[in-house]
């Protein structure tokens, strides 16, 4: 049986739920379960801190799981990265007081709060320099207006925390984070399903399908519009001088695609959602 680790609180653990039961497998009914099993997937579910999941697949307790990119990083486990699952995006960067500091040479010497030291310790020696980590649970932004740190380094997502707190984001980024699939060993049986149907849940709500009409003429203009992910499918339809057409599209993209197809000479233009996918 497949153990899969599920984040069970916080930003990703709502997105994850759904991404999981849209792939075909029952979650908990309990909220507030520890683990649930799902015999149908033969799959058992153990909700876990997302902070903690690295290092329960990375130790080999569990085969599978589910958190975040800057998470994973900052624990230094063995688990590695096998997929990104395209949710709970942030950046992770260095903030001050605006005008404080103007790059990464500026840390040197200076407390620097972050609940990531792992991440963030790790950053600063393969950039050479030299600071004094303050290690906080959360809420890190505070720690240069209470005194306890002169720069901070945490999750960006709106930039709407530091802006309430006063403080810039100075220097590189850290690192760009997203929700990922990690493993320790990914040749465990099941793994392969898991990420393929979690891949279909992201295909399927990230495009949508296409189905139009065009004359003959048009077909080269209209399919180079519409080109879909292998080739699209061309279809006869009773009138010899048209054909219909069918392709995958960014959902992002429908709108504009549909313009571009109308004006070409294109009818019949339709777009469905697409439930499920496997690419
Ligand atoms: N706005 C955000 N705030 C915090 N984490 C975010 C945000 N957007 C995405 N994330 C990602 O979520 C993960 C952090 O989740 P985690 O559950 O540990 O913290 P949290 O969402 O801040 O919850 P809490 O603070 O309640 O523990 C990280 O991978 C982080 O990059
Ligand atoms: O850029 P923003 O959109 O403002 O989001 C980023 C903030 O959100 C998170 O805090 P959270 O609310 O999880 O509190 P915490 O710091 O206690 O974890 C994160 O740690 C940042 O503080
Ligand atoms: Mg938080």
Same mark, same amino acid.
């Given at each position: 049986?497949?153990?899969?680790?599920?984040?069970?609180?916080?930003?990703?653990?709502?997105?994850?739920?759904?991404?999981?039961?849209?792939?075909?497998?029952?979650?908990?009914?309990?909220?507030?379960?520890?683990?649930?099993?799902?015999?149908?997937?033969?799959?058992?579910?153990?909700?876990?801190?997302?902070?903690?999941?690295?290092?329960?697949?990375?130790?080999?307790?569990?085969?599978?799981?589910?958190?975040?990119?800057?998470?994973?990083?900052?624990?230094?486990?063995?688990?590695?990265?096998?997929?990104?699952?395209?949710?709970?995006?942030?950046?992770?960067?260095?903030?001050?007081?605006?005008?404080?500091?103007?790059?990464?040479?500026?840390?040197?010497?200076?407390? =620097?709060?972050?609940?990531?030291?792992?991440? !963030?310790? *790790?950053? #600063?020696?393969?950039? @050479?320099?030299? &600071?004094? $980590? +303050? /290690?906080?649970?959360?809420?890190?932004?505070?720690?240069?207006?209470?005194?306890?740190?002169?720069?901070?380094?945490?999750?960006?997502?709106?930039?709407?925390?530091?802006?309430?707190?006063?403080?810039?984001?100075?220097?590189?980024?850290?690192?760009?984070?997203?929700?990922?699939?990690?493993?320790?060993?990914?040749?465990?049986?099941?793994?392969?399903?898991?990420?393929?149907?979690?891949?279909?849940?992201?295909?399927?709500?990230?495009?949508?399908?296409?189905?139009?009409?065009?004359?003959?003429?048009?077909?080269?203009?209209?399919?180079?519009?519409?080109?879909?992910?292998?080739?699209?499918?061309?279809?006869?339809?009773?009138?010899?001088?048209?054909?219909?057409?069918?392709?995958? =599209?960014?959902?992002?993209?429908?709108?504009? !695609?549909? *313009?571009? #197809?109308?004006?070409? @000479?294109?009818? &019949?233009? $339709? +777009? /469905?959602?697409?439930?499920?996918?496997?690419?």
């Amino acid at each position: 049986m497949l153990r899969i680790a599920v984040p069970n609180k916080g930003s990703l653990s709502e997105t994850a739920a759904d991404m999981l039961l849209e792939a075909g497998y029952t979650g908990r009914r309990d909220p507030r379960a520890l683990s649930a099993i799902d015999p149908r997937n033969d799959v058992e579910f153990f909700y876990l801190r997302p902070r903690d999941i690295a290092t329960y697949v990375g130790s080999g307790a569990l085969d599978v799981g589910i958190t975040g990119r800057d998470l994973l990083l900052d624990s230094g486990s063995e688990a590695h990265e096998i997929a990104a699952l395209d949710f709970g995006g942030s950046t992770f960067r260095f903030a001050g007081r605006p005008g404080a500091f103007s790059g990464l040479s500026d840390l040197e010497g200076v407390r =620097v709060a972050t609940s990531y030291p792992g991440l !963030v310790g *790790d950053f #600063l020696a393969r950039s @050479g320099v030299t &600071a004094k $980590l +303050v /290690s906080l649970d959360g809420a890190v932004e505070s720690a240069i207006n209470l005194g306890v740190a002169d720069a901070v380094a945490d999750v960006v997502s709106t930039g709407s925390t530091l802006r309430a707190q006063g403080l810039e984001i100075f220097g590189p980024v850290i690192l760009e984070s997203t929700a990922v699939l990690i493993s320790a060993h990914s040749e465990v049986p099941g793994i392969s399903t898991l990420q393929r149907r979690l891949q279909g849940v992201l295909v399927a709500r990230q495009y949508v399908l296409v189905d139009y009409d065009v004359p003959v003429s048009l077909l080269e203009a209209a399919t180079a519009v519409t080109p879909g992910l292998e080739s699209p499918t061309i279809s006869q339809m009773q009138d010899p001088e048209w054909l219909a057409v069918r392709a995958m =599209v960014h959902r992002a993209d429908t709108n504009h !695609v549909m *313009d571009a #197809l109308y004006d070409l @000479g294109a009818r &019949a233009i $339709l +777009v /469905s959602s697409i439930h499920a996918a496997r690419i």
